[in-house]
């Protein structure tokens, strides 16, 4: 899900485009913090998840780069944030505008009938190596009914849809990029 942040302190205030993700994505898709560290797992959690992570071109127009800025306290959205550490430059997710990345927290409040937010969310999975993007798009049907049971008919908005996240051959190619360099 994306959002909009207000930072203050530090400068003049300013609006950036942001990101809320679970702690895993870095870590699914291969990308480790250059400067700091990414989300842990107990950050997705209520009163835990007052934490981000910047992205470099952030970490470079606001923060002068200062290297000590992984475990700084920033204002965000008028409340204090934990800075967990910077990705590195280069890296854009979900798109080039997200400057900043916050833990979603998806507790009781956040997946009720009465909240009137966001309930569409873009969800990254790996696929074993031996499975088809066509048999795991076979599974949501079944993992959908479980959600919907447990968390409402919202929870559905759109349905499921799976796109092939082709990690490895996102490697492969950054590889041949390397090699031609050589």
């Keep these: 899900d994306t959002d909009g942040f207000n930072l203050t302190g530090d400068g003049h205030p300013e609006r ?40 470099d071109s952030l970490w470079t127009r606001r923060f002068k780069r200062d290297p000590s800025i992984a ?20 890296f854009h997710f979900p798109d080039a505008t997200t400057e900043i990345w916050k833990p979603i927290l998806l507790d009781a409040d956040a997946l009720s009938d009465n909240n009137r937010g966001s309930h569409g969310y873009t969800v990254l999975a790996s696929i074993k190596k031996n499975v088809t993007v066509d048999q795991a798009q076979a599974v949501p049907g079944d993992e959908g009914l479980a959600v919907v ?34």
């Design 16 to 55: 950036v485009e942001g990101a809320l993700v679970t702690p895993s994505l870095f870590p699914l898709i291969g990308v480790s913090a250059a400067v700091g560290r990414a989300f842990v797992a107990d950050e997705e959690r209520p009163g835990r998840d007052q934490v981000v992570v910047l992205s």
């Design 71 to 90: 475990g700084r306290t920033i204002a965000v959205d008028g409340k204090p944030f934990l800075v967990a550490g910077v990705m590195p430059r280069g």
């Design 149 to 182: 049971a447990q968390h409402g008919q919202h929870a559905l908005a759109g349905g499921f849809a799976i796109e092939a996240l082709l990690r490895d051959a996102h490697r492969r190619a950054a590889a041949r990029v390397v090699d031609a360099l050589d």
